[in-house]
């Protein structure tokens, strides 16, 4: 269980966390977004246990020419999301250090400064974008589930519990109740929009001046 499943809640020193806490309010963000909340929490262990299992397969063949490491963290996890955000994108070029690259291409760019991030796995990272690239691709279409199924299980334990938890934004499953939740952020009822009085005060009377009395003409 610890290297299939449990292995992403596991760092070594804090800014191996502090890292993974920035992947994961970045990366996870944006993708919870996009699915619902109970598609994320279903993908998130599916990625883990293939990337894990797709790492122990070739981990004995990558290890007789180069030293690898235990993949740790949600960073696996987070590049085959972001393996199948660039893999179903609409866009074909973006801007990466001022220069146009194919949108496909930045995830495997990105395990460039990947290497770098401390108990970081080059091999495990990038068994993860190969399982997010798959799914993009449709090869796991078994992972998908109609968003009917999506809608009803955001009626259960443990969904109804995350609705309740104060701060923690939940998702629904449901694309047509998550745009209704974007179109009322930009059209809002009218009458709650913030108000604000004033009060102009009228301007002070002026003293009434004198008249002055007329000169009778003889």
């Known amino acids: 269980v610890h290297r299939l499943i449990t292995y992403i809640f596991i760092y070594e020193d804090l800014i191996s966390l502090a890292c993974g806490a920035v992947i994961i309010w970045y990366f996870a963000g944006s993708f ?12 998130t262990a599916a990625f883990s246990l293939l990337s894990a299992l797709l790492y122990l397969l070739l ?3 990558v290890s007789r020419l ?3 490491g235990d993949a740790k963290g949600f960073m696996p996890v987070a590049f085959a999301m972001l393996g199948v955000s660039t893999t179903r994108s609409r866009m074909r070029r973006t801007l990466l250090f001022g220069c146009r690259v ?3 291409l930045v995830p495997w760019l990105g395990l460039c400064p990947a290497w770098f991030v401390p108990h970081s796995s080059l091999l495990g990272n990038l ?3 190969l399982v997010g690239e798959a799914y993009g691709l449709g090869y796991c279409f078994c992972l998908d589930f109609p968003e009917s199924l999506g809608s009803k299980l955001d009626q259960v334990f443990p969904f109804t519990l995350l609705k309740r938890i104060p701060g923690l934004k939940y998702i ?20 709650t929009y913030p108000t604000q009085s004033y009060h102009c005060p009228s301007p002070p009377a002026l003293p009434a001046q004198p008249s002055a009395p007329r000169s009778q003409g003889f």
């Open 32 to 43: 919870e977004k996009n699915v619902g909340t109970v598609k994320h929490c279903v993908l």
């Open 59 to 61: 981990e004995p063949l």
């Open 66 to 68: 180069l030293a690898v």
């Open 102 to 104: 194919p949108v496909v």
């Open 127 to 129: 068994c993860g974008l």
């Open 172 to 191: 629904p499953g449901s694309s047509a109740e998550r745009r209704a939740s974007e179109n009322s952020k930009i059209n809002p009822v009218p009458g």
